[in-house]
């Protein structure tokens, strides 16, 4: 492995902890309108999605709980803090480009090195895969 996989393998494993140890939007969402909630079979991972919709149905807010592995609450946090800063004004293009970096899709993924990339990291352990996506497939966008 060259220097700079070597250094892209680090910043990407620092982004999953740092996201597992401070999760954001984490905790029930006080005046939620909606609740989804994702489990994984084969590994036992629960999350519950508290979603805040607008009169028009639009997505105002969201916050997360889980009973998950790393990955698992990383991705979800990951997923939340970019849908958040966009005020999901665009969801379903955010969804599919996450989609894309964690299914290896490099048409859709654009190449930064960015929290969505250090989920694509995943990929090296096709047994986790699941544990990234399950946050991915529960709050697909509608």
Known sequence: MNDENALLKELYQA???????EPRHYGILPDHTEVKEGYN???????????????????EAASFECAACAICK????????????DKFRHFEV???????HLEG?????????DEFAALGAV??????LNCARLPWDTLKPD
């Open 15 to 21: 982004t999953i902890l740092e996201h597992n140890k």
């Open 41 to 59: 079979p084969l590994c036992g991972d629960k999350i519950t999605f508290y979603l805040k919709r607008s009169e028009e149905g639009k997505i």
């Open 74 to 85: 990383a991705s979800a946090s990951i997923l939340l803090e970019k849908a958040m800063q």
């Open 94 to 100: 955010l969804h599919a480009k996450g989609l894309a």
């Open 105 to 113: 899709n490099s048409a859709q993924a654009d190449s930064q090195a």
């Open 123 to 128: 990929r090296a352990f096709p047994s986790r």
